[in-house]
């Protein structure tokens, strides 16, 4: 097999043609003579599953999913600088900034901005920076993952005078005092509704309004239709809107065709082509590091923006990483250099560097998110795909991600090109990227770019001649390699107790947390969605009203808590007599606030009951995406054997706090010293193996059940959890060697109903202690390793009902309850012939406006779909829920 390529597109075969002769897939030219030949040249065809297209345009000379020569990928866009220039002259040109759009044009948009000359650069990004201001964010319509987000290090650089150089707002470069109107300048690789460039101008010109806008793409595929849409989107806000594409013309498509290409795909899939990758041998190579030493205060691109300053020192230490690189490879004659999603222009620079100075054949492109399907025919795009798990731990959580037009491309060596957030136990773990290359090709070289995170102000603005060399440190650079490890405190305080904080009694549970109860943190549930979803807030930042139930809510609650009490003490007995069998006889028990507290009062209860033990139980906050209380984990340490600790929490979902907390333990044990979380097992550390009461998504070996039962603790908040609310991790609020905070809701104390639970529960101990040993003596003598199926059946409900960010589909009882109480909730998806198990659920849903949809197959007893559209229009003045327009 060989991959596609510019080179040999005007050749017999055309590498959208299979799509074309199955489907009727269609690309018309502008109407010049060579139009049609001019797409082709650009563009080949493949499917893919998607709900909203079912084509994809694969471009030739992107360098994502085709390798394609560094030199022409970045002329591509370089040229397309060149003519963005040329329009709008030179002294507008100088003032234009440049935005590109993730993950795609990450590159494009970088080398239109190197072509522009002096324009600095930005592009949107999926990847959450922890200390970095949201300047905005928007949605591209026909993608699989939608949410962009703008992370400028200068926040003035999208408001029309920040150039990204430290200037002031207001002022241009060169000329002093004047009033600044920057033209913006949009860059994708392809428009084919223009939808994408409407939400950008509208979501922007709102905050940042200007008169001139620039789009430019290498094709342009909209309709005439979809053209006048932009067009009196100008008019409607004022602003001239100009276009600069290379390449423009239509897609036709016939009727039914999105059904057609489902079905395509489908089959292909059963069948088991188009899956995963060519069948190969023992992997060929090892992997060796190739230690760059990327330029000091360079960013790795343009997340946080990139200044011509910092063009002008990568460019000066290109030549020095391309002959490190070239020193690595041998007598290699084909030679990949790989990127990795959003970081393109990096490994794009690096790899034309290495064309200029060795005699080898050079290819680039990148690895992606975007699932497409594999046909390995000459006249289809997509020949080949590499799979492999994500290796940056992602804010969505983990899932696959592709390298196309890889595996039997003939390379005799890769060059990976990573950020250091991306260089992790993921990438180089039996089944992650580096083993699937190494597969196919003799010789596999690791590039780890450092991660650029904005730590100090804006830089001065330095002229070209003052840019330091590379090799010289630069007294404004914000050091990207220093430790962000922070010393522990002298001294930390002593767990939180009842009846000083919480309604548990004090020897139930010692919360490792501040007390925040006189500071107002809650907000409205639509107003937190909204903030949420759009980045502009972390959902640890603030709480939700707490839910006040009504008096049917808690007469279901009551009622439930009959019904299902001996089966959760079943459950309760169940975990923790393998907790007592497998782990430690000693367990120190860690729940996870707030819903695994009361699962760890009921085991410590348990192990009291039936063998006289009298365990230590501790309360600490984990947020996902920020990881478990660092300085929780010190004060264990410091009282407690680590392995001895057992992580407690109430249920599995899809498995995204198993996966946050696996993720936290590893990077603490590395901060204090250990050797990484795969080996802090065994040298004493914290075991980041959880226990929990229900395990429906088959996430952990340490379980109570693995059914989706109702455990009536999900039913209710703090009125069910010692009157304690959520955790909160918010930067004026948890200094550094603070623990994260929560509340305290005194003034509930009249609806609290924590101790009836436990109560509940535990009378019901005895009459489960036979069928617990039974259950105990088969479940240790099982194969329970973690099936992950849960997490499966997210991602395909997620792109199913066309929401694409697992992070809003919330499965299981406890889940869907959590939706209906706390968020903006869109829908529930039920199992048909579910019973009493959803009595609760139905009511909520009654209460709140929500529709239930009986599915069949369904892996849950329910699953709560989170509103996607996430502005407080979603929801009516009375919090009820509105159909989505």
């Not at 290090?153 to 150089?165: F, T, V, Y």
């Not at 343009?302 to 030549?319: D, I, Q, S, V, Y």
């Not at 918010?730 to 809701?745: I, M, N, T």
């Amino acid at each position: 097999m060989s991959a596609p390529s510019e080179e040999r597109t005007s050749g017999m075969v055309w590498s959208g043609n299979w799509v074309t002769e199955r489907l009727g897939v269609e690309l018309v030219g502008d109407g010049r003579p060579d139009g049609d030949g001019d797409l082709r040249e650009l563009l080949g065809l493949a499917l893919r599953r998607n709900p909203k297209r079912a084509h994809l345009l694969v471009s030739n000379v992107l360098g994502k999913h085709v390798p394609q020569k560094p030199s022409v990928v970045y002329g591509a866009g370089f040229e397309l600088g060149r003519r963005v220039r040329a329009l709008l002259g030179e002294a507008e040109a100088r003032r234009a900034v440049v935005l590109g759009y993730a993950e795609t044009a990450t590159g494009l948009g970088h080398a239109v901005a190197d072509g522009l000359g002096v324009a600095p650069y930005l592009h949107s990004t999926r990847r959450p920076v922890d200390g970095v201001a949201r300047a905005g964010g928007f949605e591209e319509s026909h993608s699989h993952a939608t949410s962009h987000l703008l992370l400028p290090e200068d926040p003035g650089l999208l408001a029309g005078g920040g150039r990204g150089d430290g200037k002031a707002p207001g002022v241009v470069a060169g000329e002093p005092g004047a009033v600044a109107d920057a033209p913006l300048v949009l860059v994708d690789d392809e428009f084919s509704t223009g939808n994408t460039v409407l939400n950008t101008i509208r979501a922007l010109h709102e905050r940042y309004p200007r008169g001139r806008y620039v789009v430019v793409a290498l094709v342009d595929m909209r309709s005439p239709a979809d053209r006048g849409r932009l067009a009196a989107f100008a008019a409607e806000i004022g602003a001239r809107v100009d276009l600069v594409a290379r390449g423009s013309g239509t897609v036709t498509l016939p009727d039914g065709v999105l059904e057609k290409g489902r079905a395509l795909v489908a089959a292909h899939e059963k069948a088991g082509s188009g899956s995963r990758e060519p069948v190969a041998g023992p992997g060929r190579a090892s992997c060796t590091r190739v230690d760059l030493r990327w330029p000091a205060g360079v960013p790795d691109g343009g997340r946080h923006g990139f200044t011509p300053a910092h063009r002008t020192a990568l460019e000066r230490a290109l030549p020095t990483m391309a002959a490190r690189v070239a020193a690595e490879l041998g007598d290699a004659r084909r030679v990949l250099v790989l990127g990795f999603e959003e970081l393109m222009y990096a490994p794009l620079r690096l790899a034309a560097a290495l064309e200029e100075r060795t005699d080898a054949e050079v290819r680039y492109s990148t690895t992606t998110r975007s699932p497409v399907l594999a046909v390995d025919d000459p006249g289809y795009a997509i020949r080949s795909r590499l799979v492999f798990p994500a290796h940056d731990n992602p804010a969505d959580g983990p899932g696959d991600r592709y390298a196309y037009n890889v595996a039997g491309a003939g390379f005799d060596a890769v060059v990976v090109t990573v950020d250091s957030v991306a260089d992790t136990h993921e990438l180089h773990a039996p089944g992650g990227l580096l083993a699937r290359l190494a597969a196919h090709t003799d010789r596999v070289l690791l590039a780890v770019v450092p991660s650029y995170v904005p730590s100090c102000g804006p830089r001065p603005h330095l002229p070209d001649s003052q840019v330091p060399d590379s090799h010289v440190p630069d007294p404004y650079a914000c050091d990207s390699y220093a430790s962000e490890r922070q010393e522990p405190p002298t001294v930390l305080p002593e767990p939180l107790r009842g009846p000083v904080f919480s309604s548990y009694a004090p020897d139930e549970v010692g919360w490792l947390l501040q007390d925040l109860s006189h500071v107002e943190l809650e907000a409205p549930v639509e107003e937190r969605e909204e903030a949420i979803q759009s980045g502009g807030a972390h959902y640890a930042e603030s709480l939700p009203v707490e839910y006040q139930p009504s008096a049917r809510y808690q007469s279901l609650f009551k009622a439930a808590l009959e019904l299902s009490a001996a089966r959760v003490a079943r459950a309760v007995g169940t975990v923790t007599e393998t907790v007592l069998a497998e782990r430690t006889p000693r367990p120190v028990l860690v729940s996870l606030v707030r819903a695994g507290t009361p699962v760890g009062i009921l085991m410590r209860r348990w192990a009291r009951h039936r063998h006289g033990l009298d365990l230590p139980h501790y309360a600490v906050s984990i947020v996902r995406g920020r990881g478990i209380d660092a300085n929780a984990l010190r004060w264990l340490a410091a009282h407690h054997d680590p392995a001895d600790v057992v992580f407690v929490d109430g249920w599995t979902g899809k498995g995204a706090i198993t996966r946050e907390l696996a993720e936290a333990l590893a990077e603490f044990d590395g901060a204090e010293g250990g050797e990484g979380g795969v080996r802090a097992k065994r040298s004493g550390g914290f075991d980041p193996e959880i226990a929990v009461l229900a395990d429906p998504g088959g996430c952990v070996r340490t379980f109570g059940t693995r059914e989706d039962f109702l455990i009536p603790s999900a039913c209710l908040n703090s009125t069910v959890s010692g009157l304690v609310s959520r955790t909160v991790l918010r930067s004026d609020l948890v200094g550094p060697d603070d623990f994260h905070g929560a509340k305290f809701y005194r003034e509930l104390a009249d609806g609290d109903v924590s101790g009836h639970f436990l109560d509940t529960v535990t009378a019901c101990f005895d009459e489960v202690a036979d069928a617990v040993d039974a259950e105990v003596a088969a479940l240790l003598a099982a194969d329970r390793t973690p099936t992950w199926e849960g997490w499966a059946a997210v991602e395909r409900i997620s792109e199913e009902y066309g929401i694409h960010d697992v992070n809003l589909v919330k499965p299981g009882v406890g889940e869907t309850t959590r939706v209906l109480l706390r968020r903006v909730p869109w829908k529930i998806l039920a199992r048909r012939g579910a019973g009493a198990d959803l009595d609760h659920i139905r009511l909520l849903a009654q209460q709140r406006g929500v529709p239930i949809e009986e599915v069949d197959g369904l892996p849950y007893t329910c699953v709560g779909l989170i509103h996607p559209k996430y502005t407080r229009g979603a929801t009516g003045a009375d919090g009820r829920a509105v159909e989505s327009k």
